[in-house]
């Protein structure tokens, strides 16, 4: 709307009902890169991916840790 008719960004704002500087954000998020700004259904950008790729690993390595620090206590209590 901001770029395509050359509204300006409150009247479009509130035409929207959404407060100006939100809107300003996304008119410059389009503009700074336009096939990421808005990945849609489902696509979240390649840092969003990466996050959660890593957010998976952390938790198995959580898991991994934690059989070790049970097994280390029961052959600790055994030897005893």
Do not use: C, T
């Not at 050359?6 to 336009?34: C, F, M, T, Y």
């Not at 890593?54 to 934690?66: F, N, T």
């Amino acid at each position: 709307m901001v770029r395509e008719r050359g509204i300006a960004v409150a009247q479009a704002a509130r035409d929207l009902d959404v407060h100006e500087n939100v809107l300003r954000k996304w008119v410059r998020e389009l503009s700074a890169d336009p096939v990421q700004a808005f990945p849609g259904n489902g696509q979240m950008k390649p840092e969003q991916l990466e996050i959660e790729r890593l957010r998976r690993e952390v938790a198995k390595l959580k898991a991994e840790r934690d059989i070790l620090k049970k097994a280390a206590a029961y052959f600790a209590r055994d030897s005893i």
